[in-house]
């Protein structure tokens, strides 16, 4: 009876624990499964500065061995022409060999670049045809616009690059400008009371001087910002035509005397023109000499 006593205590106490285990295996399943979402994900990434690849976690720090680093984040850098006043300004003589093709070009590139050609003046001569042009371009787009201009060229006969910083000056101005403003406030109230006419005149007058001085400080400001937005660039552009018909500095006499032959040609010719210009002096002139001898031989016969 003792044995199967025991069989039976021993057999319930297994159901017991089969029934205990059955109710918290779910609980210990859920909490190995969260356990596992919150571990991070593991992904492979390269290393460009030393072209290794290094596992990453889903945090995106790099599994170094020895350390784990964060990735570097790379801000673009502030151009500094935007942050600061300059005013950038270049002068360019080029030599080119076909004039009609860089013209065409140039005009292309300058659009291309967010420009415009401000003034141009074209003279043409035996020796060559020449071009001088005048032309804004963007800051930010000051380097790129002299490769763009010199390239494909003959030859550069000259290149000059100039910088001014002139970020003091506009926010010296600007300053200037914002106290003249609250100086003409003041008058403003000063005038509201004024008693007689010449309190009146005498405020007025003060107002008149101070708003002739924000209106220029205004107009300097504004002039700054533009120079500081966009750069000049003065060009000058030609091909030559004839290299023969270079000017000289010392000519030979032969030369000499070719040019002063042409030289009293013209002048004989301009000297022509002027006396048939006054073609009615002379005619007048020979009336009044024949009229004076016809008198002059009456009166001898009376």
């Known amino acids: 009876m003792k044995i199967l006593a025991t069989a039976c205590v021993a057999m319930l106490l297994s159901v017991i624990i089969s029934c205990h285990g059955k109710n918290e295996s779910p609980k210990v399943q859920e909490i190995s499964l969260l356990e596992r979402s919150e571990e991070p994900t593991v992904d492979f990434k390269v290393d460009h500065e030393t072209n290794k690849q290094y596992a990453t976690d889903s945090a995106g720090t790099y599994q170094v061995p020895g350390k784990n680093k964060q990735p570097q984040t790379t801000t673009p850098a502030a151009n500094p022409d935007w942050d600061k006043k300059i005013v950038k300004n270049a002068t360019l003589e080029l030599e080119i060999k076909e004039y009609k093709a860089f013209y065409a070009s140039l005009r292309e590139k300058v659009r291309s670049v967010g420009g415009y050609i401000a003034q141009e003046e074209q003279n043409e001569s035996d020796y060559k045809i020449e071009n001088t042009l005048i032309i804004k371009v963007p800051v930010d787009q000051f380097d790129n616009s002299i490769a763009l201009l010199t390239s494909n060229v003959e030859k550069i006969n000259a290149k000059k690059i100039s910088s001014q910083d002139v970020t003091t000056e506009f926010v010296d101005t600007k300053s200037r400008m914002e106290a003249k403003k609250q100086v003409r406030q003041r ?102 000499i024949i009229g004076y001898k016809k008198l002059k031989n009456q009166r001898a016969k009376a």
């Open 187 to 288: 008058y403003m109230d000063l005038l509201k009371q004024a008693k007689n006419m010449e309190e009146i005149l005498n405020v007025q007058s003060e107002i008149n001087g101070i708003q002739e001085e924000i209106e220029s400080a205004n107009g300097r400001i504004d002039y700054l910002s533009h120079s500081s937005a966009m750069s000049t660039i003065n060009l000058t552009f030609f091909q030559v035509l004839n290299v023969t018909a270079k000017n000289n500095d010392n000519p030979s006499f032969g030369t000499k005397l070719g040019n002063a032959f042409k030289s009293g040609g013209s002048w004989v010719v301009e000297l022509l023109i002027g006396l048939v210009t006054i073609w009615p002096l002379f005619l007048m002139s020979a009336i009044v």
